[in-house]
């Protein structure tokens, strides 16, 4: 198997595992507080990203070492306030409502990235971004009567997500992966341990499998999606991604009995299209502004 196929295939595993901690955090938000189960799911997050700083070379000692400390921590704050607000999300907005919103986090980047990372952003990108969120008004679908500002919470997590993204690209000038990897994890865990306690809730026996197949599928999603960008560019995992979406919307309609209606269907299209196309723009303009190899012939 070639390293670009097993690239897919960690890819393809860490999509599909996502889904499903999708789905399991959806039946537990129904029944438990999002304060309380990100709680747990950072707890086992922070055990991953220690065991796997430790398996790397220069251990914990080197994964420490950064010259943007404020800005890692901040990283692991927003990261941990995006997962709560999407667990809001899932149970008030729907499974398959949030999804299909939260697919404009690519577009919402190429948005910040202009003030906050200084990047030009030209007319093929910026029709891109309109399009995108055209679409998202068409998911949200402003002007029926049914209009409920829950579906703000997923637009509200897409936001969050995009701000880790962006504070992730100005640490990897200077950090490993791993050092991110390291401070996000650990930052969200010390965070979301002043306030989670507060939110403990007895948990029924029959859910504590839940509970621990929920922090199995974030560490080994984690785990498949670095493997995945060690044997693949990060433009080729990312229409991968997209998948998710998929399987977001048959768990939702399946497992907890969501309707999709044609203006989702329509929009999540809408969305994921230009998103695809922000994806590939930006993959066009990185190769050419990479400087030519003079061996090359």
Not at 34 to 39: D, E, G, Q, R, V
Not at 258 to 265: G, K, S
């Amino acid at each position: 198997m070639s390293p670009k196929t097993r690239g897919y295939l960690f890819a393809f595993l860490a999509i599909c595992i996502f889904a499903g901690q999708d789905a399991i955090t959806k039946y537990l938000g129904d029944h438990y507080p999002a304060l309380f189960i990100t709680m747990i799911r950072f707890w086992a997050f922070a055990l991953f990203v220690c065991a796997f700083a430790a398996s790397s070379p220069g251990g914990i000692r080197k994964a420490v070492r950064t010259g943007r400390p404020w800005l890692q921590i901040a990283r692991g704050l927003l990261l941990v306030a995006e997962i709560v607000l999407i667990v809001f999300s899932y149970v008030h907005a729907g499974l398959a409502m949030s999804q299909s919103i939260f697919q404009a986090t690519p577009l919402i980047i190429t948005i910040l990235s202009i003030p906050l990372l200084g990047e030009a952003v030209g007319w093929r990108r910026g029709t891109a971004v309109l399009v995108g969120l055209l679409g998202v008004l068409v998911i949200i679908n402003p002007v029926d009567v049914h209009f409920d500002l829950s579906l703000l919470l997923p637009l509200g997590a897409s936001v969050l997500f995009a701000l880790y993204s962006i504070a992730t690209r100005a640490v990897s000038r200077e950090d490993s992966a791993v050092t991110s990897l390291f401070y996000a994890g650990i930052a969200g865990a010390v965070a979301i341990s002043l306030i989670g306690p507060f939110y403990w809730t007895e948990v029924e026996p029959s859910d504590w499998f839940a509970l621990a197949a929920l922090c199995i599928c974030g560490t080994l999603s984690h785990y498949f999606l670095i493997r995945a960008y060690g044997l693949l560019p990060a433009a080729e995992v990312q229409p991968v991604t997209y998948f998710q979406l998929v399987l977001n919307v048959i768990f939702a309609v399946w497992l907890f009995g969501e309707i999709v209606t044609l203006n989702m269907i329509a929009g999540a299209i809408i969305v994921v299209g230009a998103g695809l196309f922000t994806i590939w723009r930006e993959h066009q303009l990185a190769r050419r502004a990479r400087p030519l190899d003079p061996t090359a012939v």
